[in-house]
């Protein structure tokens, strides 16, 4: 057993919980959408209501009543992101301050352990977990889309879902390197999920408030759905380089783990 | 001349502004069991950290084996088994689950020597670690501080909360180490402990190294509190001039006194009389270190 098995096999109820809150709100979402695109009225809604607004919550869509604009509304513009952003920044920030909290990561690295290595272990099976629950998302909306004769390829679906798989996975990053750097679980979770928030504000914002356009691509959330992957499919170079900033994350966060006194 | 197994030089670490250890000079030698005595609050664990590389010197250096604390720090762990002041534990493995856990660091584990080791301090690895007492969490920490037989055992305070049967079964563990070459290094609190089993012991106080003593002569340099029984009264003046003799106190019959150094004078003094009876009373250790503490402060 290694650090990352022992990670999965600790989480692995957390993770069936986190899976099962996932499919029930992806089918009670997808189960709706027959009686929403029956009312072409619906979309009258996007004209009526303020841009500002409309952007906020359901991002710069043009049909309520497409399957591709009423999944991003209602589940990948907002909800999913926060879902991953929130089981992230909890994995995460738990990392390495958890274990230094309790004593543990004395336990551990009074082995002939770098503590590099506890940071990467902790973070694979970081990812491995996102990618389970980015599965979770991706069959659960395949099998309600069949259910509901929803029209759309589930080939769209997979590549949307990765985009959310990575984007957790940038979160993951960036709570697993604050939590190595500083040693603070809270910390390192106010953080994470204040820059989430911002760098969603920013990227549902920028298309109406001049003054955020230049600023967008700051924004993580620009990388995962700017480019709309359920109808456009994945851009290399967004996933590429949320992984990269994701990379430089845990390379600032383990040289600053590897300098630091652990606290007791 | 055997060589130094841990070597600091000036070592001192400061948190915040506070001093934890303060210019910290020792030599652990090979082959031996050295004890660090101190109170609580002392910096016994800040030391011992330290030797693990968990904290940093503020200055002064570190040297375990001959290397580097932090640049060899990898090469110096494989040969450490430690055990940690506060043992922390993951409370829903079983023993068991814990000490594979900690065995795979070191290329997996030797499941017959820690069930001998497992059966001699009487601890059931099937239980959860969460639902154990404190006692048998320490057992599992010293089996996974001993179980790949390192050349160095670092122990912070062993023996807390063990039952007594079980101390005697760890202070024999000590000994058979000692006797396969190995070195040890426990901190302590608790006297006789010390006394017991090291061979040398250094005394710290509030971050400093107040004494490195053989045990041996230690125990020499303490007072000795005798009662001495006699078969007819006796005066105080007969005895307060005895070399080394101090705190004379007569009831009738009995002489009290405290004795440093040899005993001769006083027993030469006391043959002139008719001894019916010589108590003495086994002072701890812990008054050999009132005494150091005491003359610290002076």
């Keep these: 057993m290694n650090i990352s098995l022992k990670t999965l096999r600790d989480k692995r109820y957390s993770l069936l919980w986190w899976s099962i809150g996932v499919v029930l709100l992806n089918l009670t979402v997808v189960i709706f959408y027959p009686s929403v695109s029956s009312v072409p009225e619906y979309n009258q809604i996007l004209q009526e209501m303020p841009p500002a607004l409309l952007n906020l919550f359901a991002g710069n869509i043009t049909s309520f009543t497409s399957p591709e604009g009423y999944l991003n509304s209602q589940l990948f513009f907002l909800l999913l992101p926060f879902v991953f952003l929130g089981f992230n920044l909890l994995l995460g920030s738990e990392s390495i301050a958890m274990e230094e909290r309790r004593g543990t990561l004395d336990l551990i690295l009074s082995n002939p352990l770098p503590r590099w290595r506890i940071v990467l272990e902790k973070f694979a099976s970081i990812m491995v977990l996102n990618a389970v629950l980015g599965l979770a998302v991706l069959l659960s909306l395949v099998v309600g889309a069949w259910m509901v004769d929803m029209n759309i390829s589930a080939w769209n679906l997979l590549d949307v879902s990765i985009s959310l798989v990575v984007l957790g996975i940038f979160f993951g990053a960036l709570a697993t390197a604050l939590s190595a750097a500083t040693g603070k679980n809270e910390l390192s979770m106010g953080i994470t999920g204040a820059i989430g928030v911002a760098a969603y504000i920013l990227n549902a914002l920028a298309p109406v408030v001049d003054e955020l356009e230049p600023y967008r691509e700051l924004s993580a959330f620009y990388y995962y759905i700017g480019n709309n992957p359920i109808v456009n499919g994945l851009k290399p170079w967004d996933m590429l380089i949320l992984l990269a900033v994701s990379g430089l994350f845990l390379f600032v966060g383990i040289l600053v783990f590897e300098r630091r006194d652990l606290g007791v | 001349?055997?060589?130094?197994?841990?070597?600091?030089?000036?070592?001192?670490?400061?948190?915040?502004?506070?001093?934890?250890?303060?210019?910290?000079?020792?030599?652990?030698?090979?082959?031996?069991?050295?004890?660090?005595?101190?109170?609580?609050?002392?910096?016994?664990?800040?030391?011992?950290?330290?030797?693990?590389?968990?904290?940093?010197?503020?200055?002064?250096?570190?040297?375990?084996?001959?290397?580097?604390?932090?640049?060899?720090?990898?090469?110096?762990?494989?040969?450490?088994?430690?055990?940690?002041?506060?043992?922390?534990?993951?409370?829903?493995?079983?023993?068991?689950?814990?000490?594979?856990?900690?065995?795979?660091?070191?290329?997996?584990?030797?499941?017959?020597?820690?069930?001998?080791?497992?059966?001699?301090?009487?601890?059931?690895?099937?239980?959860?670690?969460?639902?154990?007492?404190?006692?048998?969490?320490?057992?599992?920490?010293?089996?996974?501080?001993?179980?790949?037989?390192?050349?160095?055992?670092?122990?912070?305070?062993?023996?807390?909360?063990?039952?007594?049967?079980v101390q005697q079964e760890f202070y024999k563990m000590v000994r058979e180490v000692k006797k396969e070459g190995k070195t040890v290094f426990l901190s302590s609190h608790i006297m006789p402990e010390v006394e017991r089993i090291c061979d040398r012991v250094g005394i710290i106080r509030k971050g400093k190294m107040v004494a490195v003593e053989n045990i041996f002569d230690l125990k020499e340099m303490r007072l000795r509190h005798l009662e001495i029984h006699f078969a007819e009264d006796v005066a105080w003046e007969s005895f307060e001039d005895v070399p080394g003799i101090s705190d004379v106190q007569v009831h009738g019959r009995i002489l009290e006194c405290s004795v440093s150094g040899s005993m001769d004078p006083l027993i030469k003094r006391i043959s002139n009389y008719d001894v019916l009876n010589v108590v003495s009373h086994e002072p701890s250790l812990e008054e050999v270190f009132l005494t150091y503490y005491s003359g610290d402060v002076q």
């Design chain 2, 1 to 165: 001349m055997s060589k130094s197994v841990i070597s600091t030089r000036n070592l001192t670490k400061f948190y915040r502004k506070e001093p934890g250890v303060l210019d910290l000079n020792m030599d652990v030698l090979e082959g031996e069991v050295f004890g660090y005595l101190g109170p609580n609050g002392a910096g016994k664990t800040t030391t011992i950290r330290l030797f693990l590389d968990f904290i940093r010197p503020s200055s002064g250096t570190v040297e375990l084996f001959g290397m580097d604390s932090h640049a060899d720090g990898l090469r110096i762990r494989k040969k450490i088994g430690y055990l940690p002041g506060e043992l922390s534990i993951y409370s829903h493995l079983t023993g068991r689950e814990f000490l594979g856990y900690m065995a795979s660091f070191r290329g997996g584990a030797d499941w017959e020597f820690i069930g001998e080791l497992a059966s001699r301090l009487k601890s059931d690895l099937s239980k959860r670690m969460g639902s154990m007492s404190h006692g048998n969490k320490q057992k599992i920490g010293l089996i996974q501080a001993f179980m790949h037989k390192p050349e160095l055992l670092i122990l912070d305070e062993p023996t807390m909360g063990l039952d007594p049967l």
